[in-house]
């Protein structure tokens, strides 16, 4: 893809809460768009006359696409007609949906700035199951490994940790541990009852590609077995013979982005807990 066929565009969120929302929707949309790149302004708290007046303000110095979350009328009202002035397209995340399903549900719709992060259960399982993933990275507290929902196994540079980062965020306590040469893995592993273990794969030829990068990132000497095609392939097949002698379930992640690895590891877990009533 040569430069001249990339376009670039302003893209500002607003939203009357963190932007956590708007930010994230945003995001699931762009990546359909191979040819764009874009400068993300966040317009965060947004919920008086002059904070939309400010952002108007950069809105008018940068225009661009303007995607909101606010549920206060007023102030929606205050955004879309500056927007307008501005002539600049702008559109609401949240309130098609909400206004279909208060008309399909037959029930009032009652508006609360910042409503959808309110610190509820799922909130606070949320941080725990972060809290669990990064006391459990690479192997460490190996001691209440059964504690985990579900643990990933695999070696080096196979997305282990932000795929856990990813569950954590669902409220999903993921360990992992990894496959080293030469190194046993810990004996709790094999003796865990309570969470599902997920083995990790990934084509030997990319899986070099991607530790060579990681050297010449650390500026370290490429000339290891950690790159070598030959043991990496060793590597990946002693990986995968551990996991078919435990009857492990494996995903191969190599075409995979995380988000992708982490929704087929949430559909596993589900239906694994629905056999299990």
């Known amino acids: 893809m040569s430069e001249k066929s990339v376009k670039s565009f302003h893209l500002h969120l607003v939203s009357d809460s963190t932007g956590e929302t708007v930010g994230m929707v945003a995001r699931a949309c762009l990546v359909q768009f191979e040819t764009i790149q874009t400068t993300e302004h966040l317009w965060a708290m947004v919920r008086s006359k002059d904070q939309v007046e400010d952002l108007l303000t950069g809105v008018g110095e940068n225009p661009g696409f303007v995607i909101y979350t606010i549920v206060n009328e007023e102030i929606r009202n205050l955004l879309e007609e500056g927007c307008r002035k501005l002539q600049v397209p702008c559109i609401s995340v949240l309130e098609p949906i909400i206004a279909k399903l208060g008309m399909h549900l037959d029930v009032e719709v009652h508006a609360m700035p910042g409503r959808q992060h309110v610190m509820d259960a799922e909130y606070f399982s949320r941080i725990e199951a972060m809290q669990f993933v990064l006391s459990h990275d690479d192997g460490q507290s190996a001691h209440n490994l059964d504690k985990a929902d579900i643990v990933l196994l695999g070696v080096s540079r196979t997305s282990k940790t932000p795929t ?58 490429e000339g290891t077995d950690y790159v070598d095609l030959e043991k990496v392939s060793t590597e990946i097949n002693d990986a995968r013979r551990l996991y078919t002698k435990h009857d492990w379930p494996v995903i191969n992640v190599s075409r995979k982005s995380i988000e992708e690895t982490a929704a087929t590891i949430i559909q596993m877990y589900t239906k694994r807990r629905e056999q299990d009533g």
């Open 164 to 221: 856990c980062i990813y569950l954590a965020n669902r409220g999903i306590k993921a360990a992992n541990i990894p496959i080293v040469p030469g190194c046993p893995l810990p004996d709790e592993l094999f003796s865990i009852t309570h969470p599902m273990i997920v083995g990790l794969t990934k084509d030997p030829k990319r899986l070099v590609e991607i530790r060579r990068q990681r050297l010449r990132l650390l500026d370290q000497d």
